[in-house]
Structures are given as structure tokens and as C-alpha cells.
């Protein structure tokens, strides 16, 4: 069965204090790796994908990057406005089809405090 | 471009009732996925549907169903409501395996 695990359960930083989140996971063949940040009362907004071990993203201040077991969202210089719950979620590989689900992690919760 | 729009936005059922909850695609996608969120966890899978069958589906009971209809959209029904029923239900779609994009949810609650 696939799994997600998150940590830490949640983070409080100052304004500009950089920090990084985990996302270990297990998964019978990987096809994706999936960082969602969620707001208070919003469903997920989608910010990357990864889909090989060495791949990274980027996008303003964060940075996903993956390797065989974990991924990691590296925030730098962060401002109050990156508060937020922020997903990893995997997508397993289903025997050629394009259909599969993501299974979710419980989430890390971000505050920035300016 | 409106994105993926469900309604209602929050609904309140007795125990034992039944409930569907209605989810419009983004535009352009084809797939549509139903996901239940509990407080402060993550999202979990119900199923997903394509061509108006139903593709995959989680470990949830019968009591939930779904239905895709020809212009994509969707509808989930939840039959004899339970009060672990109570939860955030998100809606996402996509264009085959493209990464989905979420609708806001309806918050169900059932007392």
C-alpha cells in the first residue's frame, strides 16, 4: 500500500528565517511526486511535479526536489503570505493506464511571522 | 477561465439521510476525482471517473457512488449519512494525467 509521511506536523518561522519540509513515501513504482499548498477554507492548489530522483523544481521562493525516498520543499526568505498547509502526495504507476489516484500525507502546517 | 466549481459550498444532513454533491470540471478536462478531506488531515481518494465510467476507486463502502455525465461534470451521493461522514469534500479534475486542479470543497456535515 502506498504511503505518505510528513514532517514536521507543523512549522513556525520567522519573516525570512529559509527552513525545509519532508515528504518520505513509499509507492509500488512512482510516476509522480505532487506538492500542494492548501489555504484555510480552499481545496489544494497545485505548485509542482516531480517525476525522477535528481529532478527539482522552482517556483519564487520554493524549491521541490526528490530523491528515491523523499522529497523536500525548501523555502527561502519566506514572507507571511507563504502561510499555509502544504501536501505531498504520490501517484503510483497503474500498469500503463492514465488513471491513478494520489495518495495524500497529513501535511505540514507553515506559519510566517513577520 | 473558471476553474473546478462544486456546489453547495456547506451542507448539513441528519444521520441516515442521503446527500449529493455536485462538481463542474475545470475547462477542458475530461477526468474528474472526488477526495475526502477530514480535519486537519490529508486528502483521501473516493474514485475517479472518465467517459462516465468509474476508472478506480478507494476504500470507501458502497454507500458512496458517483456519476460522470457526457459534459464532464459530476455528482457524488452518500447514502444512510454516518457522523464520520462529516468532512471536507473536494472535487479535482484534470485532462488524463495531467496534475489535477482542486474545486473549494463542500463541507458536509452530518449530525
Known amino acids: 500500500e502506498d504511503q505518505v509521511t510528513q514532517s514536521p506536523e507543523a512549522l513556525r518561522l520567522q519573516e525570512g528565517e529559509s527552513s525545509s519540509l519532508n515528504c518520505s513515501y513509499t509507492?509500488?513504482?512512482?510516476?509522480?511526486l505532487f506538492w500542494y499548498r492548501q489555504d484555510p477554507g480552499k481545496g489544494p492548489e497545485f505548485l509542482f511535479t516531480?517525476?525522477?530522483a535528481g529532478e527539482e523544481k522552482e517556483k519564487e521562493r520554493l524549491k521541490a526536489t526528490l530523491t528515491k525516498k523523499e522529497s523536500f520543499l525548501h523555502i527561502t526568505a519566506p514572507k507571511p503570505e507563504d502561510s499555509a498547509t502544504y501536501l505531498c502526495?504520490?501517484?503510483?504507476?497503474?500498469?500503463?493506464?492514465?488513471?491513478?489516484?494520489?495518495?495524500f500525507g497529513q501535511g505540514t502546517i507553515l506559519t510566517v511571522h513577520p | 477561465d473558471a476553474g473546478v466549481t462544486q456546489s453547495p459550498t456547506h451542507l448539513i444532513k441528519t444521520r441516515g439521510q442521503q446527500v449529493t454533491l455536485r462538481c463542474s470540471p475545470k475547462s477542458g478536462h475530461d477526468t474528474v476525482s472526488w477526495y475526502q478531506q477530514a480535519l486537519g488531515q490529508g486528502p483521501q481518494f473516493i474514485f475517479q471517473y472518465y467517459e462516465e465510467e468509474e476508472r478506480q476507486r478507494g476504500n470507501f463502502p458502497d454507500r458512496f457512488s458517483g456519476h460522470q455525465f457526457p459534459n464532464y461534470s459530476s455528482e457524488l451521493n452518500v447514502n444512510a449519512l454516518l457522523l464520520g461522514d462529516s468532512a471536507l469534500y473536494l472535487c479535482?479534475?484534470?485532462?488524463?494525467?495531467?496534475?489535477?486542479?482542486f474545486g473549494n470543497g463542500t463541507r458536509l456535515t452530518v449530525t
Open positions: 502526495a504520490v501517484q503510483a504507476n497503474a500498469g500503463g493506464t492514465s488513471y491513478g489516484k494520489l495518495t
Open positions: 509507492v509500488s513504482g512512482l510516476r509522480g
Open positions: 516531480l517525476y525522477s
Open positions: 479535482a479534475s484534470s485532462l488524463r494525467n495531467a496534475p489535477l486542479h
